[in-house]
């Protein structure tokens, strides 16, 4: 399986780490978040079988964590972006 | 007194007794390790200061200006190094590089630089992370081929990336693409590195 790194261009994914469901960015906020709040963003997940938004590290290059948008089914990757980008786009919105 | 306790000697400084500390190169010897293989050679770089720096959120633009001014060029692009004297630089992640001068004329680099940058950027002491290995010659090519996926021979000078060889992380700077290449790894596995580095040599060579 291949990444295309926003900056680098087409990488192995074995160069990369995965971590999960991309939704773990969103942290609740820890002034307002109730009990339920937290157990939902700590265990639940979708488990989609089809496209799936995740983290992925760059372990072996320039260590820069990326949101990629990858289907479960067919390992096809519809979109790469730096996640420092999606969460300063995040942070904005809040 | 033990046996181990008196084989350690001694030179008193001022009020104190302080240990006789021989520097020792990233393998452990006095001087650093040369390997020759059919006319690629690969020499131990004992004499590199390193600094990383790590550009603070919302000080880019001041940052970038004072790298500038630091290196006499603009901080190198991604993807790329910027192979000068005194300072060196490459860049290792977005608003992130390592920046590189001669030991003997700036061992505290990490201050130098901290002190051009100030609250715009975070600066580490490196320099005795790494440990660095230049090879040289025709035929250096193959060697890389063997050793990392990195596309060595579509790089040119000025290239730099980041990537595993021997799985341990390092980078991959290309002085020429015909004839130097500039490798820098973890300074804890230096003689894994050098052994994955001379096997790779024997074999491709």
């Known amino acids: 399986m291949i990444i295309n790194h926003p900056l680098l261009g087409p990488r192995d994914s074995a160069e990369f780490v995965y971590l999960g469901d991309a939704s773990l960015m969103e942290r609740p ?45 067919t390992h096809e990757i519809t979109k790469v972006e730096m996640a420092r980008d999606v969460a300063r786009k995040l942070g904005s919105k809040a | 007194m033990s ?25 452990g010897a006095d001087t650093p390790r040369i390997d020759t293989v059919a006319g690629v050679t690969c020499t131990e770089v004992s004499d590199l200061a390193l600094a990383s720096v790590a550009v603070r959120l919302g000080h880019e633009h001041a940052a970038a200006k004072s790298l500038k001014s630091l290196l006499n060029a603009e901080a190198p ?23 590189g001068a001669d030991t003997a004329s700036h061992e505290l680099l990490a201050d130098e630089v901290k002190t051009a940058l100030g609250a715009t950027a975070s600066v580490t002491e490196q320099t005795d992370a790494w440990c660095c290995f230049d090879l040289m010659g025709d035929g250096i090519g193959g060697v890389m ?27 991959v700077v290309c002085g020429d693409p015909h ?9 804890a596995s230096a003689g894994s590195l050098h052994h994955a580095i001379v096997a790779a040599m024997h074999s491709a060579l």
């Open chain 2, 179 to 187: 004839g130097f290449v500039r490798i820098l790894g973890p300074r």
């Open chain 2, 145 to 171: 081929e063997l050793l990392c996926n990195v596309n060595f021979r579509a790089m040119q000078s000025g290239d730099a990336a980041r990537t595993s060889i021997h799985h341990l992380g390092c980078f």
């Open chain 2, 77 to 99: 692009d991604v993807g790329k190094a910027l192979l000068a004297q005194p300072y060196s630089a490459v860049w290792v992640g977005p608003d992130q590089w390592m920046v």
């Open chain 2, 3 to 27: 046996k181990l306790f008196r084989l350690i000697s001694w030179t008193q400084k001022g009020d104190a007794n302080v240990h006789n500390l021989t520097p020792i190169t990233a393998l």
């Open chain 1, 29 to 73: 906020d820890p002034e307002t978040a109730s009990a339920e709040d937290w157990h939902a963003y700590a265990y639940l997940r979708d488990n989609p079988a089809g496209p799936h938004r995740e983290l992925w590290w760059h372990e072996g290059g320039d260590r820069s964590w990326l949101v990629v948008t990858r289907n479960t089914v």
